[in-house]
């Protein structure tokens, strides 16, 4: 996705949203995946965040996550990775900077995870816009849809996923 926008055409606001997701996503340091995501509250952006080792720690380019300079295949070994999850970034900066996130959209360039998911929840986020979809396992993703059917959350799809995920 293009973050140079087009000038004789103005953007949706998903749109808007996700291109500056993408922009984020660009200082995420992890060699293994680029994620960026942010929160949005009544259409103004309270925080933005990228995946990546935790601030203050050697950078996951840099060999500071074991998990991301290992060869571990997709879904294990996640009992060494030190990275945090651009949603989980967004949610921290959110708190640390005092903005309230309660009926915020999560906006992510990446399908939240399951941990993520919870946290938006408990972080009173009401709606979840995705770019890129990334299921489970049939047994996991069926949990992972009713959790997200219970909690009322809005969860969708954006462009080329319209739709996917509820």
Not at 8 to 36: E, F, L
Not at 56 to 79: F, I, M, Q, T, W
Not at 98 to 104: I, P, R, S, W
Not at 105 to 118: E, H
């Amino acid at each position: 996705m293009s973050v140079v926008p087009d000038p004789g055409h103005r953007p949706d606001w998903d749109t808007y949203y996700m291109s500056i997701a993408h922009a984020v996503k660009a200082r995420s340091n992890c060699s293994r995946r680029q994620v960026g995501a942010l929160i949005v509250v009544e259409r103004s952006i309270i925080s933005t965040g990228y995946n990546g080792t935790p601030m203050g720690v050697r950078n996951c380019n840099e060999g500071g996550c074991l998990r991301c300079a290992s060869k571990a295949p997709h879904g294990a070994g996640y009992d060494t990775c030190i990275c945090v999850h651009a949603e989980q970034n967004a949610f921290l900066l959110a708190a640390r900077h005092g903005n309230a996130t309660q009926g915020g959209s999560l906006y992510s360039t990446l399908r939240p995870c399951f941990g993520c998911a919870k946290e938006a929840i408990q972080a009173g986020i009401r709606e979840i816009v995705f770019e890129e979809p990334m299921d489970y396992e049939p047994e996991l993703e069926r949990v992972y849809q009713q959790l997200i059917a219970e909690s009322g959350i809005h969860f969708r799809g954006h462009g080329w996923a319209e739709g996917v995920g509820g």
